[in-house]
């Protein structure tokens, strides 16, 4: 079991969790990048990079303001409206058109063809409608009573066996601890259910088979050629919140796996009353499924970004049965990102404006050539560290993580996703100051210690002795001529020492004017922040991802430096403005993993994410 990191962390109080939700609901199915959302598309012709130079003498400077600021709010608002939450309901074959032997959990297609008449001219249109419904849902699990598992068919029966089988069931589930700090608790305030795990039990029932899985590729992850990718959902637990009191409080889930993007909750058809709806929230909006009203005749689903804060309202009556998957990337046979032959990104319309930015030849001219850099802060949050070196990133990037990757990559700015370990603290861009210096004015003091000095001559000399530092011993007496030669050593001992002290003097007055004026260049640049060319604030970013290292009573502040090493710091043009609520989420995510739903997973954590890309100098890009 891994200890938490930075274990200095405190816990957030349930009544803080559950005030941190928005109030917005949104269309759950809402298409990423929708071609009509992005104002600078609207004309191809005007998005050819020649169209744009040859106009560009004229009004060029304000005319690339503008679009620079039209594709960094395109990009806010797309992460503001892309899709984290999606969900459906799949009818239950009739229980009297099912034969016994049918429980394959295999879908059954059913055409339901109805036929309308056309009001002006008398003609029938015939539509067909093809809808999947499923099997009755069979469970077998292992009994603490009986040697033969028992099996329980959802939804039930009226007959008195089948309502037999449902106490059973419960009896055999395990009430459901949650991870504090390393250990399991059982804490019915913040989640009060019981369960099975996998290996305790077996079902009939199928996501893929019923398009579940489909759907979730398509509006989770829609980004690259299926060919090359695929949504993997693994079976993880069967969960029991049974009234008057089974809830879970808001959380975020525990990420299980390095691929894993998403958490799929299955309600089984089985009553539950009034409660326990599943609300996810994700930048300040929500999505509620209440699934009890549906019961019992459906099986009712939701998928979910599994960074996105959730949570179980209580369930006032009946028993909610689920059956929770972790969503994983699969590969398939290719790596995902941005290696579909038929990739996409083309057609994403935010590739066209970016493109458009690109073609204006002083597009982030300012700097050094060549070390340009564009960063968009994503959307999600990123399980940043596991025991295995690779991290699943950028294959894992969640929905419009993903597709903002792939444009990029598209345009040829080769991205990379890096953490983001701070948002607090502005770097130089040039220099390379000190680790240790602490920023006070006071900090001159340090150059002028002694310890700080090295021993110039391997000579001490008193007025009668000399020690030889490698004979280890006092040599002789000394003579008139020793002393003179002595005297004269340790007069040139003192001038080095003189000329060491004033070098290194000037060395430091030199940081420390250099420190005082980035102190004022970072002031100007606060406050100019909103202008567009200001938006190179420093963020402290890790190089890359890491293999997972146990760090305990570490402060966050410690933490980057001691684990991640020196880090890089390119000059970064923000698309995506400083979010207030990085930092926040992080810590969130951090506290949540301490406290999150799974157990003994604890090193694990979430971590806020970049895309950075390099943007080559304009001869580069093909401009001059
Ligand atoms: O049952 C649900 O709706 C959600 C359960 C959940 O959040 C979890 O098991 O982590
Ligand atoms: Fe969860």
Do not use: I, N, R, V
């Given at each position: 079991m891994q200890a938490p990191i930075r274990s200095t962390q405190k816990q957030t109080s349930h009544k803080e969790k559950t005030r941190r939700s928005g109030g917005i609901s949104n269309s759950h199915c809402q298409p990423v990048l929708a071609e009509s959302q992005l104002p600078v598309m609207a004309d191809n012709k005007k998005a050819d990079p020649g169209h744009v130079k040859a106009r560009q003498k004229t009004s060029a400077q304000p005319k690339q303001k503008s679009l620079f600021a039209k594709v960094c709010e395109k990009i806010a608002d797309e992460q503001a409206a892309a899709t984290f939450a999606i969900g459906g309901s799949i009818k239950i074959k009739e229980a009297m058109e099912i034969a016994p032997q049918q429980d394959t959990g295999h879908p059954d297609h059913d055409t339901d063809i109805s036929t309308t008449s056309s009001s002006s001219d008398n003609e029938s249109l015939v539509t067909a409608q093809t809808a999947i419904t499923s099997a009755p849902v069979v469970i077998r699990w292992d009994s603490k009573t009986f040697d033969v598992a028992p099996k329980i068919i959802l939804p039930l029966t009226k007959d008195h066996n089948a309502q037999l089988s449902l106490k059973d069931l419960i009896q055999d589930c395990s009430p459901v601890s949650v991870g504090n700090e390393g250990k399991d608790v059982y804490d019915e305030e913040y989640r009060k259910a019981s369960k099975l795990d996998e290996t305790e039990f077996c079902t009939n029932f199928c996501p893929y088979a019923l398009g579940i899985i489909d759907t979730i590729e398509q509006r989770l992850l829609p980004h690259v050629d299926k060919t090359l990718n695929g949504v993997q959902a693994e079976l993880y637990k069967l969960n029991v919140y049974s009234g008057p009191s089974g809830k879970f409080h808001a959380h975020v889930d525990t990420p299980r796996e390095q691929a894993q993007f998403g958490s799929l909750v299955v309600c089984l058809p089985c009553a539950h009353e009034a409660g326990g709806a599943l609300v996810v929230r994700h930048n300040g909006r929500k999505h509620t499924f209440d699934w009890a009203a549906e019961q019992p005749t459906c099986v009712q689903w939701a998928a979910f970004n599994s960074d996105c804060e959730h949570e179980v309202l209580e369930v006032k009556s009946g028993h909610r049965i689920t059956l929770n998957y972790n969503l994983c990337v699969s590969t398939g046979v290719g790596r995902m990102a941005g290696n579909s032959s038929s990739m996409s990104a083309a057609h994403i319309p935010l590739y066209a404006g970016m493109k458009k930015l690109l073609a204006y030849d002083n597009f982030l001219s300012k700097g050094t050539p060549g070390k340009w850099h564009i960063g968009i802060r994503c959307s999600h949050f990123y399980a940043h560290a596991g025991k295995k070196p690779t991290h699943g990133l950028p294959n894992s990037l969640k929905g419009i993580d993903m597709a903002v990757f792939e444009v990029l990559l598209r345009l040829g700015l080769a991205p990379t996703v890096q953490p983001v370990l701070t948002t607090e603290h502005w770097h130089d861009e040039e220099d390379d100051f000190?680790?240790?210096?602490?920023?006070?004015?006071?900090?001159?003091?340090?150059?002028?210690?002694?310890?700080?000095?090295?021993?110039?001559?391997d000579v001490y000399t008193s007025d009668e002795m000399t020690w030889d530092r490698d004979a280890g011993e006092i040599k002789k007496i000394l003579t008139e001529e020793d002393k003179k030669q002595l005297a004269d050593a340790k007069e040139r001992a003192e001038l080095a020492r003189e000329e060491q002290f004033s070098r290194r003097k000037k060395r430091a007055e030199d940081r420390v004017k250099r420190i005082r004026e980035f102190g004022k260049w970072v002031e100007k640049k606060r406050k100019e922040r909103i202008e567009w060319e200001g938006k190179t604030l420093r963020l402290t970013m890790g190089r890359g991802l890491h293999t997972f290292k146990e760090i305990g009573g570490i402060s966050e502040e410690e933490f980057p430096m001691s684990y991640w090493g020196r880090t890089e710091k390119p000059l970064v043009t923000w698309l995506t403005k400083r979010p207030q609520d990085i930092k926040a989420g992080r810590s969130v995510a951090m506290r949540y993993v301490a406290y999150g739903n799974g157990v003994g997973d604890l090193g694990l954590e979430y971590t806020s994410a970049a895309i950075l890309a390099r943007v080559p100098d304009a001869e580069l890009r093909g401009l001059k």
């Open positions: 000190d680790e240790d210096y602490d920023g006070s004015d006071d900090s001159q003091e340090w150059w002028c210690s002694d310890e700080d000095m090295d021993d110039s001559t």
